[in-house]
């Protein structure tokens, strides 16, 4: 079983950048594909960005599209969310999750393994 640690959150400035990254342990990194999500506060959990096994094929949800991306080196075992342009409504725990399941995952219920969450907070 993979075990997940996600990293680089904080407190950012609105417009400021963030870059998150999720260290893999456990097993062959390169066998999962990976997501990020958040949890805004008082909401669930919400898909953010998905990368295939490969590294070939990126998703980014709607609400972060142009402002956000995600990229995985598979040497590392690591998977980032680079975040830009920041806004207060990206306030949220992030999580990063694995799922050998399918590259094209974007729910929850499709992601077997989690780490444990880092905070962002975007102040105005």
């Known amino acids: 079983q993979v075990q997940l640690v996600e990293s680089g959150g904080g407190l950012v400035q609105v417009g400021g950048s963030l870059r998150l990254s999720c260290a893999a342990s456990?097993?062959?990194?390169?066998?999962?594909?990976m997501g990020w999500f958040r949890q805004r506060p008082g909401k669930g959990r919400e898909f953010v960005a998905r990368?295939?096994?490969?590294?070939?094929?990126?998703y980014v949800g709607d609400s972060v599209m142009g402002r956000f991306s995600i990229s995985r080196d598979n040497a590392k075992n690591t998977v980032f969310l680079q975040m830009n342009v920041l806004k207060s409504e990206d306030t949220a725990v992030y999580y990063c999750a694995a799922t050998v399941s399918s590259d094209l995952a974007v729910r929850t219920s499709e992601y077997g393994y989690w780490g444990q969450g880092t905070q962002v907070t975007v102040s105005s």
């Open positions: 990368i295939s096994r490969s590294g070939g094929s990126t």
């Open positions: 456990g097993d062959t990194f390169s066998n999962y594909a």
